[in-house]
Nanobody, 121 residues
Framework: VQLVESGGGSVQAGGSLRLSCAVS????????IGWFRQAPGKEREGVSC????????YYADSVKGRFTISIDNAKNTVYLQMNSLKPEDTADYYC???????????????WGQGTQVTVSS
């Protein structure tokens, strides 16, 4: 299984970015993809997750209403649209794949290499 993130960068507060996670190699048709972030000196935080089976989504309170997760099953790609970005959103963002629909990092078996997001004030 391979997950490859892209789309990170630097933006000013209030701006937008769209992260992509290209997924390959999953044996199962039913899986979950989660987005996580980790800022320097902080623990990894769950941001959002989506089910490939029915498109169910979940968001952390800190991003609810600003971030949108979506999946394109034809392209095997999961997107994280991030709007109204704040300086506190600055972190390395990772996508992860697993069989459990959860925002907790532990149950995810496969991780991407991460992409950096920097939001300046």
């Amino acid at each position: 299984v391979q997950l490859v993130e892209s789309g990170g960068g630097s933006v000013q507060a209030g701006g937008s970015l769209r992260l992509s996670c290209a997924v390959s190699g999953f044996v199962y048709d039913d899986y979950a993809i989660g987005w996580f972030r980790q800022a320097p000196g902080k623990e990894r935080e769950g941001v959002s997750c989506i089910s490939s089976r029915d498109g169910s989504t979940y968001y952390a309170d800190s991003v609810k209403g600003r971030f949108t997760i979506s999946i394109d099953n034809a392209k095997n790609t999961v997107y994280l649209q991030m709007n109204s970005l704040k300086p506190e959103d600055t972190a390395d963002y990772y996508c992860a794949g697993g069989v459990f629909f959860t925002i907790l990092p532990g149950p995810y078996d496969y991780w991407g290499q991460g992409t950096q997001v920097t939001v300046s004030s």
